[in-house]
Antibody
Framework: QVQLVQSGAEVKKPGASVKVSCKAS????????MHWVRQAPGQGLEWMGI????????SYAQKFQGRVTMTRDTSTSTVYMELSSLRSEDTAVYYC??????????????WGQGTLVTVSS | EIVMTQSPATLSVSPGERATLSCRAS??????LAWYQQKPGQAPRLLIY???TRATGIPARFSGSGSGTEFTLTISSLQSEDFAVYYC?????????FGQGTKLEIK
């Protein structure tokens, strides 16, 4: 079965960077796009960007351009999301989520358990 | 960027009754619209995609309709486990924007 297992909670100071991992199993890693979505405490879902695990190409929401980097390691079936220049407003649960199917446009059918990132001085 | 607007923000319904949630897109997203359910402390779960197709394992009391800019999620007879927050998301264009959510609470 498809599983996405994320790294543990992080506490960072303002201005620092955080790198969250998402290890995939139960399917062919390079066949499905992976997305990152975040959720601030008590708030809604915010789409951050997408990575193609096959070639590594990415597309980021404009809000995060210049601060976010998504990468992958095909040898370990892991995707990473690094967010830099952290500020308090980046305190949120960060989710990786895999597309449901391999077609060009697809919803998010599988989600990781989430990683809480707390930014505090 | 396509803006997704959900209404109402909160919906109070009694168990066994019908709930109707709405989602509007600022421009056409064709049928590339999904609905997710989220319970406290959990990741979102895909309910509906392609505007009207139930995801695997989703009960038949959940149904979706609409296309273009207007979409509806209907829960025909609310069960206790259905009280949660529901989000719509368009995946027609990047960024794949979400609505702000509708909280479905027990009346």
């Amino acid at each position: 079965q498809v599983q996405l297992v994320q790294s543990g909670a992080e506490v960072k100071k303002p201005g620092a960077s955080v790198k969250v991992s998402c290890k995939a199993s139960g399917y062919t890693f390079t066949s499905y796009y992976m997305h990152w979505v975040r959720q601030a405490p008590g708030q809604g879902l915010e789409w951050m960007g997408i990575i193609n695990p096959s070639g590594g190409s990415t597309s980021y929401a404009q809000k995060f351009q210049g601060r976010v980097t998504m990468t992958r390691d095909t040898s370990t079936s892991t995707v990473y999301m690094e967010l830099s220049s952290l500020r308090s407003e980046d305190t949120a649960v960060y989710y990786c989520a895999r597309e449901l199917t391999m077609i060009v446009v697809a919803p998010l059918g599988y989600w990781g358990q989430g990683t809480l990132v707390t930014v505090s001085s | 960027e396509i803006v997704m607007t959900q209404s109402p923000a909160t919906l109070s319904v009694s168990p066994g009754e019908r709930a109707t949630l709405s989602c509007r897109a600022s421009q056409s997203v064709s049928s590339n619209l999904a609905w997710y359910q989220q319970k406290p402390g959990q990741a979102p779960r895909l309910l509906i995609y392609g505007a009207s197709t139930r995801a695997t394992g989703i009960p038949a009391r959940f149904s979706g309709s609409g296309s273009g800019t207007e979409f509806t999620l209907t829960i025909s007879s609310l069960q206790s486990e259905d009280f949660a927050v529901y989000y719509c998301q368009q995946y027609n264009n990047w960024p794949h924007t979400f609505g702000q959510g509708t909280k479905l609470e027990i009346k």
